[in-house]
């Protein structure tokens, strides 16, 4: 990332940008959502009628 927005155990609302992602060839960013301290399945937060631009 070219800029982080955000910090480690900050709570985002929808839509909220993390960062600057990078100008490179192949972008990607890595995440982990996480209940009560236990990691839980991205899926149903990542599928939705609301997409990200």
């Not at 990332?1 to 609302?13: A, E, K, P, T």
């Not at 990607?28 to 997409?51: A, F």
């Amino acid at each position: 990332m070219d800029r982080i927005d955000s910090h480690v155990g900050q709570s985002l609302l929808a839509g909220e940008p993390v960062g600057i992602m990078a100008d490179t060839a192949d972008p990607t960013l890595y995440m982990e959502i996480r209940r009560d301290g236990h990691p839980v399945n991205p899926l149903p937060w990542l599928i939705s009628d609301n997409k990200v631009n």
